[in-house]
Structures are given as C-alpha cells and as structure tokens.
C-alpha cells in the first residue's frame, strides 16, 4: 500500500470484522457424570447442542428397569470426550499456580497477564520437555 497525501506519515488501516452476529449457541457440550440429569439433556436436545456426557450408572440401571418405557440409552462421543479431558489437564496445570486458582488480581487485564504468563511457562516447560 501507499501512504495517503496529507497522512502525517501515518498509515490508514482499514480492518474489517466477522459478518454477522457472533455465535451463542455451540455445537457440542462436553461435561463429566455430575451433569448427567434429564433437565440438562433436556435443555441442550431443545437448544440444539450435542451433550457429550456419560450417562450415571444409577441412571442406566433406572432406565433399563422401566423397559421399554425407559428410553433409548444416551449417545456418547467417546473421542469428544477425550478432548474435554484435554481441556480439564490444562485448567489443572494452569491452577497449580495459586494466583490463578485464587483470582488474587484485582482486574481483569492483570489476571489475563497472570494466564498468558502461565500459559507461557507450561509451554516453554513442554518445549524443553520434547527436545531432550
């Protein structure tokens, strides 16, 4: 590009943002057997979303003993579900360090400071990690 008559020497950038609304509703939830009631199922099947969530052990012994009236077993993405145990290692690594895992920062802007900079220092430790 070229500099514009009369700019001060500055450039005019011109940035475009998405089109469109952003997004509210994902397609997938991921979460553990704590969130394995109806009501949740219920809410995610009428928004849309895809619950991957194991299904309590209580809960498939109570829907077996009603038969037929019980229901059809609840689907589960196993492979989705290992993503979510991805996730889950990160935000343990990430509280390991007490400032994060106690929100000390009094704002939002030093608080992300403190996650980029453990985010940094896990990366770095991996990165070392793979190269001996």
Known sequence: GSRP????GRWKIRVRGP????RTRPDAIAGDKAY???GNRSHLRK??????IPE???QAANRMKKGSRGGR???HDADLYKER???ERLINKLKAWRGIATRYDKTPE???AGLHLRASMIWIKDLTRATR
């Not at 089109?19 to 952003?22: D, I, M, Y």
């Open 110 to 112: 030093s608080y992300l």
């Open 85 to 87: 145990n991805t996730v």
């Open 5 to 8: 008559a009369g700019s001060g």
């Open 56 to 58: 309590k052990v209580d």
């Open 47 to 52: 928004r849309q979303i895809k619950a991957v």
């Open 36 to 38: 394995s009631s109806r």
């Open 73 to 75: 077993p609840v689907s």
């Open 19 to 22: 089109v469109g609304r952003p």
